[in-house]
T-cell receptor, first 114, second 115 residues
Framework: DTAVSQTPKYLVTQMGNDKSIKCEQNLGHDTMYWYKQDSKKFLKIMFSYNNKELIINETVPNRFSPKSPDKAHLNLHINSLELGDSAVYFC?????????????FGEGSRLTVL | KNQVEQSPQSLIILEGKNCTLQCNYTVSPFSNLRWYKQDTGRGPVSLTIMTFSENTKSNGRYTATLDADTKQSSLHITASQLSDSASYICVVSADRGSTLGRLYFGRGTQLTVWP
């Protein structure tokens, strides 16, 4: 039974389109994250939610809008897609936002913008 | 500035050989350090956690060390296998104040094991 699942795994779309990536965790964790992994494999934090509340919002264009309907779900909607948005997006969860919890990652969603 | 630096950026070794990956950090105040393994096309998975009081910890063929004075950690892989080919990412957690629970990522070391 997958702990952190995200869909779709692959997404190919045209510039200017709007797309969403969904994430769900069944670990009972309070904190969820979205990370962007570029072509050089660096994982960069985008957003973090704790119990449905936004706690981290890095300098991400406001074309990116996260939504957390409940603490088990964190979705990412992207408007007006640009070529530079092509990357692998990882959802992750942690027991809570404090310092000892292990991050559990999803399998990633590879977004390709043409 | 809180940073995590990993070296080497990439490494190629022959199957059966040992290797050591390095992680230096400037994160303060320090809480803990984790090594994650990321296989190609998969999400990262935690290998081990090192806290301030721990010097060495083993997980099978993986042995992590931590020197909190010099702010360095290493991950030693013994008798490498083809399945060890992956990216190894060092992640440091901050401890107090506005940085409580904040995570700092290294850029990873890409390890390739050849038969």
């Amino acid at each position: 039974d997958t702990a952190v699942s995200q869909t779709p795994k692959y997404l190919v779309t045209q510039m200017g389109n709007d797309k969403s990536i969904k994430c769900e965790q069944n670990l009972g964790h309070d904190t969820m994250y979205w990370y962007k992994q570029d072509s050089k494999k660096f994982l960069k934090i985008m957003f973090s939610y704790n119990n449905k509340e936004l706690i981290i919002n890095e300098t991400v264009p406001n074309r990116f809008s996260p939504k957390s309907p409940d603490k088990a779900h964190l979705n990412l909607h992207i408007n007006s897609l640009e070529l530079g948005d092509s990357a692998v997006y990882f959802c992750a969860s942690r027991r809570d936002a404090l310092n000892t919890g292990e991050l559990f990652f999803g399998e990633g969603s590879r977004l390709t913008v043409l | 500035k809180n940073q995590v630096e990993q070296s080497p950026q990439s490494l190629i070794i022959l199957e059966g050989k040992n290797c050591t990956l390095q992680c230096n950090y400037t994160v303060s105040p320090f809480s803990n350090l984790r090594w994650y393994k990321q296989d190609t096309g998969r999400g990262p998975v935690s290998l081990t956690i090192m806290t301030f009081s721990e010097n060495t910890k083993s997980n099978g063929r993986y042995t992590a060390t931590l020197d909190a004075d010099t702010k360095q950690s290493s991950l030693h892989i013994t008798a490498s296998q083809l399945s060890d080919s992956a990216s190894y990412i060092c992640v440091v957690s901050a401890d107090r104040g506005s940085t409580l629970g904040r995570l700092y990522f290294g850029r990873g070391t890409q390890l390739t094991v050849w038969p």
